[in-house]
């Protein structure tokens, strides 16, 4: 009994650093197993939830604050166990001693570090938000030290790691290989990759390629009522509010979601759309519109100008599409249709990249992006019917501009580009 009362002390201290880990190593668990809709519920819920958000705002700063406290709260746990067992083994208890601090190591791994985080996981929105406040108290405390934290870092990787690449967080093989594995039905599988190519390539595709142009919808001005729309929903599914007193695109309502479409004010029912520069990846624009959910993205040119509108419907439609286009989604026509042998016939709207990857010919260098940029861009002057060019192995006649400005062209390739096609 006196020697437990002689190491009391040293014992609560040691408790109160295995609450102090469990916290730390909890709160670390709870946060980061947190996804992106959790995370949008918390910035928009009460103080603790909006502080646990903010907390993952800066997800480097928090993590190296968490494991600073947790490497100092373990550092002083074990220096305790070193102390009660060199004395436990001054006093000739070496076996004591060693079973002492065996028993303290298990104690810290299990209550600690595993049962903490195994429990953190199972409710991490509801811990985030307990854990919040004292949490942002700890990261405050070692604010100061967090720079030096990085320039050691810093340092570390470019003295010692000096060619040390981040691995991929995800590679295209992996998934590949997880589509493989999945699924034995030989025709789901070739559906599942086709999707697959299909989301990869969204971070090639710039959204000015995808979007519709500005030509290709109308815009409402408010207030707004449902005669106005003319007994049709827009193509687009979508119902496009401008500024009260410009034509900028301001909201949206997706009209195919509302159970009722009020007679009047439709204007009230709109959401608010995002804003996306012409040059900007579909992949970053997808991203963006999920975050701040937001399903209409409005594209800019330099000037700040609207040149189109890019929705969730037309970015979903191309993954899941087996041969999704702009112009069958516009324009309700195949892009490239043979009309005899070695002509074809070919919307403006068709883009570059499916056209030479149709064809299996390299790709010639150009600016634009589209049949009917790379026509006006080769003539250098607003097409007409009858207008010809070359561009490459491709042969273009301008047969017809319909009042929208949209381009129907006849394509011809050479013999030898055609046998290469083939």
Request: aromatic fraction near 6%.
């Amino acid at each position: 009994m006196s020697v437990l009362s002689e190491y009391a002390p040293w014992l609560a201290a040691m408790s109160v650093l295995i609450f102090a880990s469990a916290f730390f190593s909890s709160s670390e668990a709870a946060l980061f197993y947190l996804d992106h809709g959790q995370r949008r519920r918390l910035a928009a819920g009460k103080r603790p939830q909006r502080i646990a958000a903010a907390l993952l705002a800066d997800p480097e700063r928090l993590l190296t604050a968490v494991l600073f406290w947790n490497l100092v709260v373990n550092l002083v746990y074990f220096t305790i166990v070193s102390i009660i067992a060199l004395r436990l083994e001054k006093q000739a208890h070496a076996a004591a001693a060693g079973i002492f601090a065996l028993v303290s190591l298990l104690v810290i791994i299990v209550l600690s570090e595993m049962l903490p985080k195994s429990l953190a996981v199972l409710a991490a929105a509801r811990l985030s938000a307990v854990v919040a406040v004292p949490l942002a108290a700890a990261v405050r405390l070692v604010a100061p030290l967090l720079p030096w934290f990085r320039v050691a870092k810093v340092l570390s990787q470019r003295l010692l790691w000096p060619h040390f690449e981040p691995e991929p967080y995800l590679r295209v093989g992996d998934l590949e290989r997880a589509v493989e594995l999945s699924t034995r039905d030989r025709a789901l599988l070739e559906q599942e990759q086709a999707v697959l190519q299909n989301i990869v390539s969204l971070s090639d595709i710039r959204v000015d390629e995808m979007m519709r142009p500005r030509t290709r919808f109308r815009l409402f001005r408010p207030p707004v009522a449902l005669a106005d729309l003319g007994g049709q929903i827009p193509p687009s599914g979508y119902l496009l509010i401008s500024e009260p007193e410009s034509d900028e695109v301001a909201g949206s309502i997706a009209l195919k979601e509302l159970s009722s479409v009020p007679t009047s004010g439709l204007e009230h029912h709109s959401e608010r759309v995002i804003y996306v520069p012409w040059c900007t990846t579909v992949a970053a624009a997808l991203e963006t519109m999920q975050d701040t959910r937001r399903r209409v993205a409005v594209v800019v040119n330099e000037f700040g100008e609207t040149i189109g509108v890019l929705t969730m419907d037309d970015v979903l439609e191309t993954i899941f599409s087996p041969a999704s286009s702009r112009s069958e989604r516009l324009l309700k026509r195949i892009p490239i249709r043979p009309t005899s042998a070695g002509v074809w016939q070919v919307t403006g709207m068709t883009s570059l990249r499916r056209l030479v990857r149709h064809f299996r010919v390299q790709r010639p260098s150009s600016k634009s992006l589209t049949v009917a940029g790379v026509v006006q861009e080769t003539l250098e002057k607003l097409p007409e019917a009858g207008d010809e060019c070359r561009w490459g192995p491709f042969h273009f006649k301008v047969l017809d501009v319909d009042p929208m400005g949209q381009l129907t062209v006849e394509l011809t390739l050479p013999e030898p580009a055609r046998e290469d096609a083939r």
